[in-house]
């Protein structure tokens, strides 16, 4: 069945700093896309990146970066130079088969430190 | 550029009683999603529309939870009666074909 694990509740980190959060994926699908969401305490989803399942280079946009291994079945989710502005749960999400929806992992709390 | 809106953003309501919550999504946009998010549970996909047709309710909790999309810019999910189980956060998301989904701000339900 198509899961989403995301195994790391809560990550600590101090500005400036480099963070991996996690995230592993099980699907049968051979075409399928993962993104990655940001959810600050304020509540709003904001959309911060995507990665094609053919996509030959890993997803960058700005700060974040997608670190894919698809022999893995990992796409990690990677924050350059922390900002205090990044603490939140992020969460990671693929496609559903057959459809357009989303399904989402459990999320992980990340909490940048000055 | 107005994004998703929901309203209203907070609700509480007593047992029993029927709750209607709103969403207009981003105009232009032909997929309109509702999403549930709890503490134990995350985010759990409710329902889903394709051009104001619903595609997938297989997440609809029960007979109580209801959705209709009558046109392109405006959709209701109703819980009659309410619970107390019930109380969450629930999304409104849309997007224009594959997502990503772009969501609203969201409405917390609270069932007393």
């Known amino acids: 069945a198509q899961k989403i694990t995301q195994t790391q509740p809560g990550m600590f980190v101090q500005e400036k700093e480099a963070v991996t959060l996690d995230c592993t994926y099980d699907?049968?699908?051979?075409?399928?896309?993962l993104f990655w969401y940001k959810q600050p305490s304020s509540g709003e989803m904001i959309f911060l990146i995507y990665?094609?399942?053919?996509?030959?280079q890993n997803a960058t946009e700005g700060r974040y970066s997608l670190n894919f291994q698809k022999a893995r079945k990992s796409a990690n989710l990677v924050i350059s130079a922390s900002q205090l502005g990044d603490s939140a749960m992020y969460f990671c999400a693929m496609r559903q088969e057959g459809g357009t929806a989303l399904i989402f992992g459990k999320g992980t709390t990340l909490s940048v430190s000055s | 550029d107005a994004g998703v809106i929901q309203s209203p953003r907070h609700e509480v309501t007593e047992m029993g009683q029927e709750v209607t919550l709103r969403c207009k999504p981003i105009?232009?946009?032909?997929?309109l999603f509702w999403y549930r998010q709890t503490m134990m549970r995350g985010l759990e996909l409710l329902i889903y529309f394709n051009n104001n047709v619903p595609i997938d309710d297989s997440g609809m909790p029960e007979d109580r939870f209801s959705a209709k999309m009558p046109n392109a810019s405006f959709s209701t999910l109703k819980i009659q009666p309410s619970e107390p189980r019930d109380s969450a956060v629930y999304f409104c998301?849309?997007?224009?074909?594959?997502?990503?989904?772009?969501f609203g701000n969201g409405t917390r339900l609270t069932v007393t």
């Open positions: 105009s232009g946009h032909n997929s």
């Open positions: 699907t049968s699908d051979p075409s399928y896309g």
């Open positions: 998301a849309s997007s224009l074909g594959p997502p990503p989904l772009h």
């Open positions: 990665q094609g399942s053919y996509d030959q």
